[in-house]
C-alpha cells in the first residue's frame, strides 16, 4: 500500500513498475480540486468489501463509489494533464529521449513529471548549500532540519523541507518571512506524525513545486539568514 500523497506533483509514478496492490493520493496536491483517488489491482479489489450505496453494483472500481461521482473533480484532474501534457511539449527535445517504453498522453506525462522531478532536486539543493551570496540551511546555524540533509541523497526526497529556529517560534517566522519577504509558508502538524517522531508539536515547512523560481528560492534563504539569533 503505497501512500503517494505528497510525492505526486513531484515526479512520474507507474504502479506496474512499483508493483504495488494498491496506490492512493489526493488530487489538491497536483494542482486539482479536493478528493481521493485510489489505484489497486483489480483481483484484490475484488475479495475487499468496502461500504457502499445498497443500489450500487458489487464488482470494482463502481462498488467503491458512494454514489454519483464528482464530475467537477474528474474535470480537473484532467485540466492538470492537459497542462502537464503541454509542457511536456515544450520541453521535448531536451528531456524526451530519457522517457522510453511508452506512447501518447503517457509518454507526455512522463516527460513532464521527469524534467519536474530533475528541476525540483536543482531547487532542493540551492535550498541546501545555498542560492547566490546567500548560505544555505546546511549552513544556517540557527536552523534545526528534519529529515534527509545531505545533497548526494536529494534523489531519495522531494523538494519539501521541515525545520526550526533556534528560539524563536513557528508562527513568528511564519508571520515575518510573510510579512517582510512576500514568502508564504505554513506552520502545522500538517495531519502528519512526523513532528511527534521528532519531540515537537510543530515544524515549518517549505513546499517548491515547477513553478518556483530559483531567485524565489534566494529570497527565502535572505529572509531566514536574516533570523540568526546573536
Excluded at 479536493?34 to 468496502?50: A, C, Q, V
Excluded at 506525462?109 to 539543493?125: C, N, P, T, V
Excluded at 536529494?154 to 524563536?168: A, C, G, I, N, V
Excluded at 534566494?218 to 536574516?226: H, W
Amino acid at each position: 500500500m503505497v501512500d503517494a500523497v505528497h510525492h505526486v506533483p513531484h515526479g512520474p509514478i507507474d504502479v506496474q513498475d512499483i508493483g504495488c496492490d494498491f496506490l492512493v493520493f489526493s488530487g489538491y496536491k497536483i494542482f486539482s480540486s479536493h478528493g481521493s483517488f485510489l489505484y489497486g489491482k483489480e483481483d484484490l479489489l475484488k475479495t475487499l468489501k468496502p461500504y457502499k450505496v445498497a443500489p450500487a453494483t458489487n464488482k470494482p472500481p463502481h462498488n467503491w463509489e458512494w454514489g454519483t461521482r464528482d464530475q467537477a473533480m474528474f474535470a480537473a484532474i484532467r485540466g492538470v494533464a492537459d497542462h502537464l501534457v503541454w509542457l511536456a511539449n515544450q520541453i521535448d527535445a531536451k528531456y524526451g529521449r530519457s522517457v522510453k517504453g511508452y506512447s501518447g498522453r503517457v509518454r507526455s506525462l512522463k516527460i513532464a513529471l521527469h524534467a519536474i522531478e530533475q528541476y525540483g532536486r536543482d531547487l532542493s539543493k540551492a535550498i541546501l548549500e545555498g542560492q547566490g551570496n546567500v548560505p544555505g540551511l546546511l549552513q544556517m546555524r540557527h536552523v534545526k532540519l528534519y529529515g534527509p540533509a545531505e545533497p548526494k541523497r536529494l534523489e531519495e526526497r522531494d523538494p519539501t523541507f521541515s525545520f526550526k529556529l533556534q528560539d524563536m517560534s513557528d508562527q513568528a517566522v511564519v508571520e515575518h518571512l510573510w510579512t517582510k519577504h512576500g514568502i508564504a509558508l505554513r506552520a502545522d502538524n500538517f495531519y502528519s506524525r512526523v513532528p511527534e517522531v521528532y519531540g515537537v508539536p510543530t515544524m515549518i515547512r517549505i513546499s517548491l513545486v515547477h513553478y518556483n523560481t530559483p531567485e524565489e528560492v534566494e529570497r527565502l534563504l535572505k529572509g531566514l539568514d536574516g533570523l540568526d539569533q546573536p
